[in-house]
């Protein structure tokens, strides 16, 4: 049985209602400088920033949820070092096809049940093909009919199939740059960093919002963490939604052993990302399960105001939705929706 998140009808008393921000540092146009100098702040100071700034826009005791399903697994022609659905690296998953319009509807009306807000949906795709546009007007109509925001992330699409899938009502579109332009070559060949920001800016021209991030702790360093939250930062305008993805380590990929994160450094990238972007909601994304309460508390303090919400992910898990429940009523936060 699921239950309901309570919401939150009104900002709280101690927070006032978003601002324009008067910070002269907050802004475009950030160096990577600008961005490593923030990571270099001491914890305090970096955290106490990040939530200054946060207040300044968000109600910091409300959260976004996102639920996400894959609609299509496996079997993707694209060699992204860190995916399990790569047909490229034994991960013992197989290649599935498109599932069912009623079964990706039901799913949607069991997370709206438990609380979300937003539904998101993934496909295991290079690139979205103009045959399966129409399947993805008719999913997406299905769960804007529910009351739900829609989310999908298919690959590259060209400037008609976006126009097509904002016609249908879809809200968001999730692509992520992954890491810094200087460290992408070690993490993915088989598409450019000019391709991910080609898609993103055709996505934007159509007019539906952005959802992009990255994923921290694929061996990459300070300065790529740095370098991918300065250009999601220098988007104009950045993106909606960020989610910050910890590398969730897949056996048969190559990157299934390197060396964890330390958490740390997570809760820094949450913060830098908030700073950097006032305006967007910042999302704990893959990896969540490897948090603690205690870390889940720092980065929601630091600024990240939306969670994937649910027991799965695409192909990993997911803190249970009652966890999450729990957790909240702990803390004192409540869902947006
Ligand atoms: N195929 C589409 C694409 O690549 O844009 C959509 C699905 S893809 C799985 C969505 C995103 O999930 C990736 O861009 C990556 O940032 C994230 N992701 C995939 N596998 C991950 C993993 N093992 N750990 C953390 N994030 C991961
Ligand atoms: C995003 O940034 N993270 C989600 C969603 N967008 C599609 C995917 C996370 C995948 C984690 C690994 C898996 O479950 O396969
Ligand atoms: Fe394919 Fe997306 Fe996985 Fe890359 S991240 S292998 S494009 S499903």
Not at 22 to 34: A, F, L
Not at 60 to 80: A, F, V
Not at 125 to 142: F, P, T
Not at 170 to 184: A, G, I, K, Q
Request: glycine share 10%; net charge negative.
């Amino acid at each position: 049985m699921t239950t309901m998140l309570a919401t939150t009808p009104a900002a709280s008393p101690c927070c006032p209602p978003p601002t324009e921000d008067s910070s002269t540092t907050e802004g475009t146009g950030w160096s990577r400088q600008d961005v490593l100098d923030l990571f270099q702040l001491p914890f305090n100071d970096l955290l106490h920033r990040a939530h200054e700034t946060h207040r300044r826009h968000f109600d910091p005791n409300r959260i976004q949820l996102s639920t996400l399903i894959n609609i299509k697994t496996g079997g993707c022609q694209e060699d992204c070092k860190y995916c399990s659905q790569s047909a490229k690296y034994d991960t013992g998953l197989g290649a599935g096809k498109l599932i069912e319009r009623a079964e990706i509807k039901a799913a949607a009306e069991a997370a709206k049940s438990a609380g979300a807000d937003r539904f998101c949906m993934g496909a295991a795709w290079r690139e979205l093909k103009d045959r399966d546009v129409g399947r993805m007007l008719e999913i997406i109509g299905d769960v804007k009919s529910l009351g739900l925001e829609t989310c999908m992330t298919l690959g590259m699409l060209t400037a008609t199939q976006a126009r097509a899938l904002k016609d249908g009502g879809l809200d968001y579109y999730n692509h992520n740059l992954d890491t810094s332009e200087e460290f992408y070559g070690e993490v993915v060949t088989s598409r450019s960093y000019q391709d991910r920001l080609d898609t993103l800016a055709t996505v934007r021209d159509a007019g539906i919002k952005v959802c992009c991030g990255g994923i921290v702790g694929m061996g990459e360093g300070r300065a790529d963490r740095a370098g991918l939250l300065q250009t999601l930062a220098n988007l104009e305008p950045p993106p909606e939604s960020v989610p910050i993805n910890l590398l969730v380590p897949i056996k048969g990929t190559p990157l299934g052993d390197v060396e964890a994160l330390d958490v740390f450094e997570y809760i820094r990238t949450i913060a830098v990302a908030r700073i950097l972007m006032p305006k967007s909601y910042v999302r704990l994304s893959a990896g969540r399960r490897s948090l603690s309460d205690e870390a889940q508390a720092l980065c929601y303090f630091a600024g990240a105001n939306s969670i994937f919400y649910g027991d799965r992910l695409l192909t990993t898990g997911n803190p249970d939705h009652e966890k999450d429940q729990v957790l909240f009523a702990e803390l004192g936060l409540t869902a947006v929706g």
